[in-house]
């Protein structure tokens, strides 16, 4: 007899009640969603401490919004460009109670940006000494209004 069942059901960002259907996504650096402003959050890896990668996306969150600062940008999103990634799931995991979830959960993507990395070097090196303005991060500011 086998029993399969955790009980455990993997949410997007705790099922809060936004107005974007994140499975049709894709996820940014595993840490914004494409067409989405202002949103990030914090994944950690399966293979290794959850902590070492929220730690990079603190910190890469920090630059970003430094830099937004900096140039005087209020606002950002992820844009897929003229050649879109190859769509895959966002986890390759092959445990029961995570397949059954990455239908709800957003794509990513086999080119740089949009993929998810399970290596915490790569991700070091990305995160804290990468581009910030990589023609797929878009930056924007509200136009001012004269009174």
């Known amino acids: 007899m086998n029993v399969t069942a955790t009980g455990l059901k993997l949410q997007v960002l705790w099922e809060v009640d936004f107005e974007v259907d994140f499975s049709k996504t894709f996820s940014y650096k595993g840490i914004m969603y494409s067409g989405v402003h202002n949103l990030a959050s914090a994944f950690g890896y399966t293979n290794a401490s959850w902590t070492l990668r929220a730690d990079l996306t603190a910190e890469y969150i920090c630059r ?84």
């Open 64 to 147: 970003l919004l430094s830099h937004m600062d900096q140039t005087g940008q209020t606002k950002c999103k992820p844009k897929i460009g003229a050649i879109a990634p190859t769509l895959t799931p966002w986890l390759a995991f092959r445990l029961g109670y995570v397949t059954r979830a990455m239908a709800s959960f957003p794509k990513q993507g086999d080119v740089a940006s949009w993929n998810v990395h399970q290596n915490y070097m790569l991700d070091r090196l990305a995160f804290r000494f990468g581009t910030l303005d990589d023609q797929i991060m878009r930056f924007s500011k509200p136009p001012r209004f004269k009174v």
